[in-house]
């Protein structure tokens, strides 16, 4: 599929798959080797994901696992400032994306500390952490709309067909306020079952009827491990697996902690 976005003036061409490379900036995120906090680990993490064929870097500082521990917006804003110099300093000419779903911390991160793609898990507010309620201040679609930057969709619905009628919505209204570059994902692991995961998964092209890219992130998730048997640490090959069908469908993005193997699965999967 030929598709671009607009990152701050520069066109980024998606007609060929890329990989996104997840850099944690928490204590408890549900991979441990996801983790890191100190300076030298940040960036090392973000000249890792570079080397090895990586062109997002994707920073989180806000755990939506369950159980995880509820972060402040402050603590949140402090952590993704932080973690975001030491990125950009390590790599200026990488793409930076935000992983929040907090309004406000968007538009801080693109304003004053350079991200240039919001990847909101929340699916625009419905929902944050999992398990639990949330109530932002501000409005994420009239954020993205208003900061101009490629915003990444993602979907909590249980379902393809309410995933489907959902994104038809969200679409539209992000399309009315002026937003341009939207980037779908289904949500794996998000008010999913185990079998839910796979339905959707199974019949994930049909995402491509809005003519937009699909991000998929199914990196180490639990939909691997509860069906294999194990845990984030062992899931590496159920993930390449998964992400070997999800470049199949015709996913633009794939969101992941191992990013050789991911770089590789997309090079194989070009000669065919």
Request: glycine fraction near 8%; charge should be negative.
């Amino acid at each position: 599929m030929q598709y671009t976005i607009n990152v701050r003036g520069r066109l980024v061409d998606l007609s060929q798959p890329m990989v996104m490379g997840i850099l944690n900036a928490t204590p408890d995120s549900f991979y441990s080797g996801s983790r890191k906090q100190t300076e030298a680990e940040i960036a090392e993490r973000a000249n890792q994901i570079i080397a090895e064929g990586g062109r997002i870097i994707d920073v989180g500082a806000f755990s939506t696992r369950l159980g995880a521990e509820v972060v402040s917006v402050e603590e949140e804003t402090a952590r993704l400032k932080r973690a975001l110099q030491i990125v950009h300093r390590e790599q200026p000419d990488a793409i930076v994306s935000v992983d929040t779903y907090r309004p406000l911390v968007a538009r801080r991160c693109v304003e004053e500390f350079g991200a240039d793609i919001i990847n909101d898990v929340s699916e625009g507010g419905l929902t944050g952490i999992v398990g639990q309620a949330i109530h932002e201040e501000g409005d994420m679609f009239e954020t993205v709309a208003r900061l101009g930057v490629p915003y990444i969709l993602m979907s909590v619905q249980p379902t393809l067909e309410k995933m489907m009628l959902g994104f038809a919505e969200e679409v539209q209204r992000l399309h009315s306020l002026g937003a341009k570059d939207i980037i779908l994902d289904p949500g794996y692991g998000f008010g999913k079952t185990l079998e839910q995961n796979y339905e959707i998964m199974k019949h994930s092209e049909r995402l491509l009827e809005f003519g937009l890219p699909v991000l998929v992130g199914i990196s180490r998730k639990s939909m691997i491990y509860k069906l294999l048997g194990g845990d984030p640490t062992t899931s590496l090959n159920g993930t390449t697996v998964l992400n070997t069908i999800a470049l199949q469908k015709r996913t633009s993005i794939l969101r992941v902690h191992d990013v050789k193997e991911a770089v590789e699965a997309t090079r194989l999967l070009q000669q065919f």
